[in-house]
């Protein structure tokens, strides 16, 4: 939901009675929530603002505060509250407890939560419907990581044998909605520059159960950026001989943090406090410098041209400084825009406003200027990138990995044969399973015509399985069938399913497998759209394959419900019909008997 960068396109207060209305969306979506919980996340006399982002998704919060909750849709119906109110009110939502802390590394990159990374208690899975909302948490940690909406009902999921998709990942900690609050928030303790949340295998420790403890493991983990959390780290032993206001707590764990005899631990203190007192000279220093990592070690000119906000969300704030949180209205510039065109002047790069989008793009890189040539890039950030992006290259490609089976299951017609050769009626067959399957019988029988082999004698179990039903009334009853044509006869006599697995998750639908269909139209004003439907058969997101597409095709995609239908579609500027269907083969594995084609703009 907040893995790309999308600029909000207004942001406004809302009236009373829309501030009502809200309020009383939330008591309706999580009842654990009281009144008072409510008021303490939204006080009665707070401004409360909506940012209306390009995609739909309304984000709501405090003035001068954090986003609290966020609506996918803008609609109301989907409504999520934020890692920031789900801190100070961890028990607002149901949660799912991973098992630890290296599970968590890939919930927090982005990826969506899979059964088999879940701890379930001895009493069993909780109860839950499809699409509820639930929190992720760390053992350890009472603060939540991340929330979502679940997948399947707990029953879907038991008879799915707890393997697949459990939660789609909707907000997580460190995502872009993270980002864009200025400085980090720990859990029930306010703002601790000194004391941030950087590590998540670190709240699965459960070394720490004093506070020395809590000290020895902010010094080991330093060279991983870790660090303390107020919460989780801290053991209820430890906790309860120190205060019992939180604030305090934190503040005291804060002042014992900054007197470790570490120099990285001091070196990164340093930096916290010096933030808030940075000069406008100090921020556009910063600035240039991240620029400049950025274009060595992470800006490829085959990226380009790129916009201004991709180049500042993936590129310029991934090489800041430990400790140091950029901000472009603290520069002299105080805006994106204006500091590209200011480093544009100078020659390093050249810099285009596109006159449709609005926003300054970066067209190339004077990879011979001196400010250029006389940098000497960090080494150590250069190749955390590119592990990082190898690691999700090689994910990538597991996760896209298909493979389509067509199962069949006994039904009413054929459960006569089943039953008298001992097989399962309620078990999964492939085609070659089930005709082995009449054929025992034909051999238990003795069913086979001794005059020709290769011809059977139907019995009245075995004609009835075949042919009750399928033949007109009035018309005779065959006594014998060739054994060439027994084996699909039998099958299409049984309920026909289809297994479809994509990486770790496989999912088994009743039915004939779908097809996914793409059809090019024609809209007004001569322009040609696109629309993939059908994806959720072959478990792609659409999201995720419109973000792959508008990169590809460099255009603008779009996803939407489909009308009077279960499901989405993907809509592509332009007639990209032959082009969608040749990625969808290669880049996804889907077999071209299941790709659709329909291009209505063709006389």
């Excluded at 509820?132 to 679940?150: R, Y």
């Excluded at 506070?211 to 032993?237: F, L, Y």
């Excluded at 943090?257 to 340093?270: E, R």
């Amino acid at each position: 939901m907040f893995k790309k960068a999308v600029e909000a396109k207004a942001q406004q207060r809302l009236s009373g009675a829309d501030r009502k209305k809200l309020k009383r969306t939330i008591r309706d979506r999580f009842p654990r929530a009281s009144d008072a919980d409510i008021d303490a996340l939204l006080p009665p006399k707070a401004e409360i603002t909506v940012s209306k982002f390009q995609n739909r998704v309304h984000v709501y919060g405090v003035e001068g505060g954090f986003p609290l909750f966020f609506d996918v849709d803008g609609r109301g119906s989907e409504i999520y509250p934020t890692v920031f109110a789900l801190w100070k009110l961890p028990e607002m939502l149901p949660y799912f407890m991973l098992k630890g802390g290296e599970v968590s590394r890939f919930v927090i990159g982005g990826a969506d939560l899979m059964f088999p990374g879940i701890s379930v208690a001895a009493e069993g899975l909780p109860s839950f419907s499809a699409g509820e909302p639930w929190a992720v948490k760390v053992p350890g940690n009472p603060a939540p990581i991340a929330v979502g909406s679940t997948t399947m009902s707990s029953a879907e999921a038991l008879k799915a044998g707890l393997r697949g998709k459990a939660l789609r990942i909707m907000h997580y900690y460190r995502d872009l909605l993270w980002e864009s609050v200025e400085g980090h928030y720990v859990p029930n303790s306010g703002f601790l520059e000194d004391v941030v949340l950087e590590d998540p295998s670190f709240l699965a420790s459960e070394g720490a159960t004093c506070e020395s403890d809590v000290q020895q493991s902010c010094v080991n983990n330093e060279n991983t950026k870790g660090s303390i959390d107020v919460n989780g780290a801290i053991s209820d032993a430890c906790a309860a001989s120190m205060q019992n206001d939180s604030e305090n707590a934190a503040k005291e764990i804060t002042m014992d943090a900054s007197d470790l005899k570490s120099t990285a631990n001091v070196d990164a203190a340093k930096l916290d406090i010096e933030l808030s007192s940075l000069s406008i000279e100090d921020v556009d220093s910063h600035l240039d410098r991240c620029l400049l990592q950025a274009l060595h070690t992470t800006v490829k000119d085959k990226d380009l041209p790129m916009p201004g906000s991709t180049l500042w969300s993936n590129h310029v704030l991934p090489c800041r400084p430990s400790g140091i949180t950029l901000d472009i209205k603290k520069s002299s510039h105080k805006k994106l825009s204006k500091w590209l065109q200011a480093k544009s002047s100078t020659g390093l790069i050249t810099v285009k406003e596109d006159k449709y989008k609005k926003e300054a793009m970066l067209i190339s890189v004077n990879r011979g200027h001196p400010e250029y040539l006389q940098f000497k890039p960090e080494k150590r950030p250069v190749e955390k990138v590119v592990q990082a992006g190898d690691s999700a290259a090689s994910e990538s490609r597991s996760q896209k990995a298909l493979e389509v089976v067509e199962v069949y299951k006994s039904s009413v017609h054929v459960n006569p044969i089943f039953a008298s050769v001992g097989a399962d009626t309620g078990k999964l067959y492939s085609a070659s399973e089930a005709t082995d399957i009449v054929f025992e019988y034909i051999e238990k029988e003795n069913l086979v015509k001794q005059t020709n082999k290769a011809t059977v004698v139907l019995d009245a179990t075995l004609c009835d399985a075949l042919f009750k039903g399928a033949i007109k009334k009035g018309s005779t009853y065959p006594t014998e069938i060739h054994k060439k044509d027994l084996g699909a006869t039998f099958i299409n006599r049984m309920q026909a399913h289809h297994m479809v697995t994509r990486g770790g998750e496989s999912v088994v639908r009743k039915g004939v497998l779908k097809t996914v269909q793409i059809v090019t139209e024609r809209r007004q004003g001569n322009k040609k759209v696109t629309k993939v439907s059908g994806l959720e058969t072959f478990l792609i997101d659409p999201e995720a394959l419109a973000s792959e597409l508008q990169k590809k095709f460099a255009c603008s995609t779009t996803v939407a419900e489909l009308p009077g239908k279960k499901g989405l579609e993907v809509l592509i500027q332009g007639g990209v019909i032959d082009d969608v269907a040749r990625h969808l083969l290669e880049q996804y594995g889907i077999p071209k008997r299941y790709i659709e084609v329909l291009d209505k703009t063709r006389k």
